[in-house]
């Protein structure tokens, strides 16, 4: 299985900030996946990260709040742009049915 | 479209008796089920996944699940649980067309295994 690493791993940030998250995979892998957990419910997929190509993002998420890279076969990063308390969820990383620890994003 | 539902919010259970977590599935074709359990102020640990063979699956620390096609169902079970099995459980289907990694999962069933 992969090891799959974040950073951060928890943070606070002000409301209309961003926040880079990375992604850190000790395998080179084709796709990568940004899944998004609010308080108290199930994860949701944002976007499916290429190496190469743009990100594919699913309904309801879209590139200006969400960017993605995706420089090489082993990283990726998500941006939560102009953020808001809505925002606030736990964001992780997933390869081939695995998942990093997340990062536990908290908007005041 | 696929989709899982687990029915259940939370399941209460003695330490030592059997545990099931249910999960039933809606999906075209053969279906790829997985079930992760989720420890408080931690990522998402895989436990099983169901993709075909024996209807049985057995996964890590200790847990299997059945595979039942007629009753659309893949529960997970543990024959005897532990205080530390208490934790947020997910049924999970594999989005057909992708590869690994894109997802649907279930709503999450609380354990709470009580000593």
């Known amino acids: 299985s992969a090891v799959i690493s974040q950073k951060p791993s928890r943070d606070i940030c002000q409301r209309g900030t961003s926040l880079t998250i990375q992604c850190q995979v000790d395998s080179q892998v084709t796709m990568m996946f940004w899944y998004r957990q609010q308080p108290g419910q199930s994860l949701t997929l944002i976007a499916t990260?290429?190496?190469?190509?743009?990100?594919?993002?699913e309904s309801g998420f879209v590139i200006d709040k969400f960017p993605i890279s995706r420089p090489n076969l082993t990283f990726s990063t998500l941006t939560v742009s102009n953020m808001s308390p809505e925002d606030s969820s736990i964001y992780l990383c997933?390869?081939?049915?695995?998942f990093g620890p997340g990062t536990r994003l908290t908007v005041l | 479209a696929q989709s899982v539902a687990q029915p259940e919010d939370q399941v209460n259970v003695a330490e030592g008796n059997p545990l099931t977590v249910k999960c039933t599935y809606s999906v075209s074709g053969n279906p790829y089920l997985f079930w992760y359990v989720q420890y408080p102020n931690r990522g998402l640990q895989f436990l099983l996944k169901?993709?075909?063979?024996?209807?049985l699956v057995k996964g890590s620390y200790g847990f299997e699940a059945e595979f039942n096609k007629s009753q659309t169902s893949f529960h997970l079970k543990r024959p005897s649980a532990l205080v530390s099995d208490s934790a947020l459980y997910f049924c999970?289907?594999?989005?057909?067309?992708?590869?690994?990694?894109?997802?649907?999962f279930g709503a999450g069933t609380q354990v709470v295994v009580t000593p």
């Open positions: 169901y993709i075909t063979g024996d209807n």
């Open positions: 999970a289907v594999r989005v057909r067309g992708d590869s690994w990694g894109k997802f649907q």
């Open positions: 990260a290429n190496q190469g190509s743009e990100a594919t993002y």
């Open positions: 997933s390869v081939e049915g695995f």
